[in-house]
């Protein structure tokens, strides 16, 4: 495939940029610019903006909603708006759900939960991972036993992402315990209003909440909240993850992060002079951007394809793995860059309107933060050891 722009695609680029400059808040900029917590509301109010310029869902069928754009035109927008240090499109209804219900769901699912998904009157979450099934998926325990008209659901997930919010839950559930433990999980959609479910928000290290547990007692799911066939859930599972696993490789942000640790390391002096002319420091530096360069390719190659119809599996896996050793690298380059600066970390800082004495350079405030939060990248959605596996099984056919 050909890596350059078209004439329309720098066209499109263009839009693209004057659309961000007029639309996107300064406010939000700045926040995600500066490391800043976003809220619910400052999420839902860049989905809106969005929306009503119909370039939410830039992935979907024109038919559902979406822009129709090609791999190029998307993977403009995506670069676009993380330069311009837009927030991210909070990914479950959106890019993970949908894709789900558009190819296994029925019609009267996608024209119920499509257009609420665009218009944000329900928010989704995650129910994947419980205790004793992360990586190991499969051998998930929440139940779902049928009872005429209904499922009941009994068990618990954890590290549900922003389920605090969430109005509704997709959800893998056991509903056999015959044959392989792949064979018996099936795909619901449950309403978190529903009696029976109760959400613990985990307050992480850095004083925030940004995951759950989540547990479900005697909870009632009627049988139409069911997606496909019943014990066929493995199979949606892992189509949903091939598409978060794209997601998580975040090029675009990546590349925004690396503008601004290059920028920090021109401002930094050590030793009298700018770290980025520490020659370790700047060997560093340059690797990550070769990385950086190989992924970005590899990623519209795995988009291509997966415009053309093709299901990305192990590709998307090795996209997973670079991503987030990738963005990794950036936060530890970051944190180094702070040197002493990065210990004395202020959760208050990392607030709108936080007018306390700031520790170091303004950039310092998320960095220990950030280190530590994306130690996670490598395990979620999907460990990158489990990664390797699905790569040696799928290209090496060991």
């Given at each position: 495939m050909?890596?350059?722009?078209?004439?329309?695609?720098?066209?499109?680029?263009?839009?693209?940029?004057?659309f961000?400059k007029?639309?996107?808040p300064a406010r939000?900029?700045?926040?995600?610019?500066?490391?800043?917590?976003?809220t619910k509301?400052?999420m839902?109010?860049w989905?809106?903006i969005l929306?009503?310029?119909g370039w939410?869902?830039?992935?979907w069928?024109?038919?559902?909603?979406g822009?129709?754009w090609?791999?190029?035109?998307?993977f403009?927008?995506e670069?676009?708006?993380?330069?311009?240090?837009?927030p991210r499109i909070v990914?479950?209804g959106?890019?993970?759900l949908?894709?789900?219900?558009?190819?296994y769901?029925?019609?009267e699912q996608?024209?119920h939960y499509l257009?609420?998904?665009?218009?944000?009157?329900?928010w989704?979450?995650q129910?994947y991972?419980?205790?004793?099934a992360g990586?190991?998926?499969?051998?998930?325990k929440?139940?779902a036993?049928r009872?005429?008209?209904h499922?009941?659901v009994?068990g618990?997930?954890t590290?549900?992402?922003?389920?605090?919010y969430?109005d509704?839950?997709?959800c893998?559930v056991r509903t056999s315990?015959e044959?392989?433990?792949?064979?018996?999980?099936s795909?619901?959609?449950?309403?978190?209003k529903t009696?029976?479910?109760?959400v613990?928000?985990?307050?992480?290290?850095?004083?925030?909440?940004?995951?759950?547990?989540v547990?479900?007692?005697?909870?009632?799911v009627?049988?139409?909240?069911?997606v496909g066939?019943?014990?066929?859930?493995?199979?949606?599972?892992k189509?949903?993850?091939?598409?978060?696993?794209?997601n998580?490789a975040g090029?675009?942000?990546?590349m925004?992060?690396?503008d601004?640790?290059k920028?920090a390391?021109?401002?930094t002096i050590?030793?009298g002079?700018p770290?980025?002319?520490d020659?370790?420091?700047?060997?560093?530096?340059a690797k990550?951007e070769?990385?950086?360069?190989n992924?970005k390719?590899?990623?519209?190659?795995?988009?291509?394809?997966?415009?053309?119809?093709?299901?990305?599996?192990?590709?998307?896996s090795m996209?997973k793995?670079?991503?987030?050793?990738?963005?990794q690298e950036?936060?530890?380059?970051?944190?180094?860059?702070a040197?002493?600066?990065?210990?004395?970390?202020?959760?208050?800082?990392?607030?709108?309107g936080?007018?306390g004495?700031?520790?170091?350079?303004?950039?310092a405030a998320?960095?220990a933060g950030?280190?530590f939060?994306?130690?996670?990248l490598?395990i979620?959605?999907?460990?990158?050891?489990?990664?390797?596996?699905?790569?040696?099984?799928a290209?090496?056919?060991l």
């Amino acid at each position: 495939m050909d890596l350059d722009f078209t004439e329309e695609e720098k066209a499109f680029q263009q839009e693209v940029r004057e659309f961000l400059k007029e639309k996107l808040p300064a406010r939000l900029s700045e926040k995600v610019r500066t490391g800043k917590r976003l809220t619910k509301e400052d999420m839902e109010e860049w989905h809106a903006i969005l929306n009503e310029r119909g370039w939410l869902a830039n992935h979907w069928p024109v038919e559902w909603g979406g822009t129709g754009w090609s791999v190029m035109e998307r993977f403009i927008f995506e670069t676009e708006s993380a330069m311009a240090h837009a927030p991210r499109i909070v990914p479950f209804g959106i890019s993970m759900l949908a894709p789900v219900l558009m190819k296994y769901g029925s019609e009267e699912q996608c024209r119920h939960y499509l257009p609420r998904i665009l218009d944000g009157t329900d928010w989704w979450c995650q129910g994947y991972s419980e205790p004793g099934a992360g990586s190991d998926l499969a051998s998930l325990k929440t139940e779902a036993v049928r009872e005429g008209d209904h499922y009941i659901v009994n068990g618990q997930k954890t590290w549900t992402t922003l389920g605090q919010y969430a109005d509704w839950i997709f959800c893998l559930v056991r509903t056999s315990k015959e044959g392989k433990k792949q064979e018996g999980i099936s795909f619901l959609l449950i309403d978190m209003k529903t009696p029976g479910i109760e959400v613990r928000p985990i307050k992480l290290l850095d004083g925030d909440f940004e995951v759950n547990e989540v547990f479900f007692t005697d909870v009632k799911v009627p049988v139409e909240n069911l997606v496909g066939e019943e014990n066929k859930g493995w199979t949606y599972a892992k189509y949903l993850l091939s598409y978060e696993r794209t997601n998580i490789a975040g090029v675009g942000m990546s590349m925004a992060l690396l503008d601004q640790l290059k920028e920090a390391a021109q401002t930094t002096i050590r030793n009298g002079k700018p770290l980025a002319d520490d020659p370790f420091f700047a060997q560093r530096v340059a690797k990550l951007e070769i990385d950086l360069e190989n992924m970005k390719t590899t990623n519209l190659r795995v988009l291509d394809a997966a415009g053309a119809g093709h299901t990305p599996m192990a590709e998307s896996s090795m996209l997973k793995i670079r991503g987030t050793e990738i963005r990794q690298e950036i936060t530890d380059l970051f944190r180094r860059a702070a040197g002493r600066y990065a210990q004395p970390f202020v959760s208050e800082a990392l607030e709108e309107g936080f007018n306390g004495e700031p520790v170091g350079p303004e950039w310092a405030a998320p960095v220990a933060g950030a280190y530590f939060n994306n130690r996670k990248l490598s395990i979620f959605g999907g460990s990158n050891e489990v990664q390797r596996e699905i790569i040696t099984k799928a290209k090496l056919e060991l």
